[in-house]
């Protein structure tokens, strides 16, 4: 009696081998005699990361899509070398435990078996079969690895990615070969293939937008779709404010979501991503990816869009300048900001420039106000930091927001009034010290042309210690020696 789990004979159909490798993919116990398969294993195996949650799941015929999208070469040598497949780490139950396993045995001419990862310079993807590739002739020892490549519009290509489940779609989509070739079938504008792409991608949006590959398939179906679907994706992405904010930290989850919002301008769907941006916004501002997206937001609408991010700055903006990453995405975030928000946020950081001057972080948000030239704040925050400036001036941070306020126009009588008013005896140690000297010199350079009067006090006041030539004070004592530059 034949083996009922042998599959049908080959024929010229492509189908009759994905058949062939779908029918030993959901089992671990295959007649020895088949030329495949399944054990367990506990390897942790690379794929490209994504989200837990989203991501599905091998079905029956993923082995195949796999071995074709990875080019495997189905031969083996007669001692049944067995080589693992790999899966997706985050992927559990099924896909996780087992791997495929080519034991050619006695079958084909002999040549080793090869791992799929050990062959990632020799792919050969399923997109290329889908569009005509000639079938793997097991029975004489050909490998897919040497399948024809050759690209065409194929007489199955449509039909068989139409047979395909959703979820080895989505993974198609996470391979390069994969990828190209589902833009490829988007840019025929076939509603029905567009439709079962849409469906797909719909059921796993953060998979494949987090995937590096998958990233470019996701871009450009936003672009194919409906509007109708496109509002049902954006809500969709937008209704899971976790998976959202954890996309969004992603390189190309971050990528996704900016060509999501250029997609978007103009309809009422983007106000769905500026609400899941409002609800994440603080944690969002403390990645450099996720903050990429909140600045696209502000760079592509219009201020009455933003607004709700506007306030959402204002109501965190204490957390956000005293992050290590915060700050800068703060002050990215000033740079992009248009309309009388941004005069309030900038007030906001003013008034409390003699708290976040002192801070390692927050002095580099108040020294990038500074930098914008805008005379009210700029006196705001040198009126307030008046009296503290010899204090700031010894510290790392604290002396390079000292510098700062010297170097704005205008500005650098309320340090030098400072420290004139300090004694001769604290005045040298500033000069002597490591991040204090940077500031007499600074002082020197900016009263030589500003008020000469300054200056003269502040060299008399310098010259009359031989103790500067030695320590951090040479670096002072040279520049007086040398001539004091205008830089």
Request: with cysteine; glycine share 8%; aromatic share 8%.
């Amino acid at each position: 009696m034949p083996n009922s789990r042998s599959p049908p004979p080959f024929d010229s159909d492509l189908e009759s081998s994905l058949y062939f490798l779908r029918k030993l993919s959901v089992d671990n116990r295959v007649s020895p005699t088949l030329p495949f398969t399944i054990s367990r294993s506990t390897r942790r195996l690379h794929e490209q990361s994504s989200i837990p949650a989203t991501t599905p799941l091998f079905s029956p015929s993923i082995s195949a899509g796999l071995i074709l999208c990875e080019g495997i070469v189905c031969a083996g040598d007669s001692s049944g070398n067995r080589q693992s497949m790999p899966s997706n780490r985050y992927m559990k139950g099924y896909a996780e435990n087992y791997h495929l396993e080519i034991v050619m045995g006695n079958f084909g001419s002999g040549v080793p078996s090869m791992s799929i990862w050990g062959n990632q310079d020799n792919l050969f993807d399923l997109a290329s079969i889908l569009e005509g590739g000639r079938r793997p002739d097991l029975n004489r020892g050909i490998g897919i690895a040497n399948l024809s490549t050759s690209i065409g519009p194929g007489t199955y290509g449509k039909n068989a990615l139409l047979a395909q489940p959703d979820y080895d779609i989505v993974l198609l989509g996470k391979t390069e070969g994969g990828s190209l070739f589902l833009q490829k079938m988007l840019s025929g504008k076939d509603s029905t293939i567009t439709y079962k792409i849409f469906e797909a991608v719909y059921k796993y949006p953060f998979d494949l937008m987090t995937d590096g590959y998958g990233c470019h398939l996701f871009a450009k179906l936003i672009q194919s779709c409906s509007m109708n679907q496109l509002g049902r994706i954006t809500l969709k992405i937008t209704s899971q404010s976790e998976l959202f904010y954890k996309a969004s930290v992603y390189k190309d989850g971050a990528r996704s979501m900016q060509k999501l919002i250029k997609v978007l301008v103009g309809s009422p769907c983007i106000s769905l991503v500026i609400s899941a941006a409002y609800r994440r916004f603080k944690d969002m501002m403390f990645s450099k990816e996720a903050s990429s997206v909140i600045i696209k937001c502000l760079g592509t609408l219009d201020e009455q869009q933003n607004e709700v991010l506007y306030l959402a700055a204002m109501n965190h903006f204490r957390e956000l300048a005293t992050h290590v990453r915060g700050c800068v995405s703060l002050n990215n975030f000033i740079n992009e900001m248009r309309g009388p928000r941004r005069g309030g946020l900038l007030d906001l950081i003013s008034s409390h420039a003699e708290f976040l001057s002192k801070d390692p972080s927050g002095n580099y948000v108040v020294q990038h106000v500074l930098g914008l030239g805008d005379l009210k704040y700029s006196e705001k925050i040198c009126s307030l930091l008046k009296g503290k400036f010899e204090e700031l001036s010894l510290l790392r941070c604290g002396s390079h927001l000292v510098e700062k306020c010297l170097k704005s126009p205008g500005m650098a009588h309320y340090v030098v009034d400072d420290l004139l008013k300090i004694s001769d005896r604290q005045f040298l140690h500033l000069a002597r010290h490591k991040y204090g000297n940077f500031v007499i010199q600074q002082a020197l350079r900016v009263t030589k042309n500003g008020n000469i009067s300054h200056h003269k006090y502040l060299l008399e006041k310098l010259l009359n210690d031989d103790a500067l030539k030695v320590g951090f004070g040479r670096h002072v004592f040279n520049l007086i020696a040398t001539g004091i530059s205008d830089d």
